[in-house]
């Protein structure tokens, strides 16, 4: 069983479903990704390098910002994640003149996981 739970192309993160050792190799689709640091079973890990101020991704929506770089393999938290929700600063206008989150135009559309037949929600 995999000990991480990836569901969107999209995501740049994924939740861990176990504890994960520092230098534990992890294996997802063809990829493999190697534990940097102590994830908590439950926590989040970074898939990719993540620059400081780009969205991260998990169930193909963004749930947040990295206040910092994340490099592949390190604990995503508190400590190094912004809350983009409720921000004013970072609203911008849509078309009908209303308030909305503002999200990176590279994230691609979300992917559909084939086992559950149905995009997520959030």
């Keep these: ?3 991480l739970i990836v569901i969107s192309a999209r995501d740049n993160v994924a939740t861990a ?3 994960l050792e520092p230098g534990r190799l992890v294996t997802i689709g063809a990829a ?3 534990i940097l640091e102590l994830i908590p079973g ?3 890990v970074a898939l990719t390098d993540i620059p400081a101020g780009e969205a991260l991704v998990k169930y193909g929506s963004a749930i947040g910002v990295a206040s910092v770089r994340i ?3 390190a ?4 400590h190094n994640v912004m809350s983009a929700r409720g921000r004013g600063d970072l609203a911008r206008p849509t078309p ?3 308030a909305r989150l503002a999200e990176p135009s590279d994230v691609p559309e979300l992917a559909v996981a084939p086992s559950l037949g149905e995009p ?3």
Aim: proline share 12%; hydrophobic share 35%; aromatic share 0%.
């Design 1 to 3: 069983m995999n000990p």
């Design 17 to 19: 479903l176990e504890p």
């Design 32 to 34: 493999s990704l190697t």
């Design 42 to 44: 439950g926590h989040k």
């Design 71 to 73: 490099p592949a393999g």
């Design 75 to 78: 604990h995503v938290h508190v």
């Design 96 to 98: 009908a003149g209303e």
């Design 120 to 122: 997520n929600a959030v």
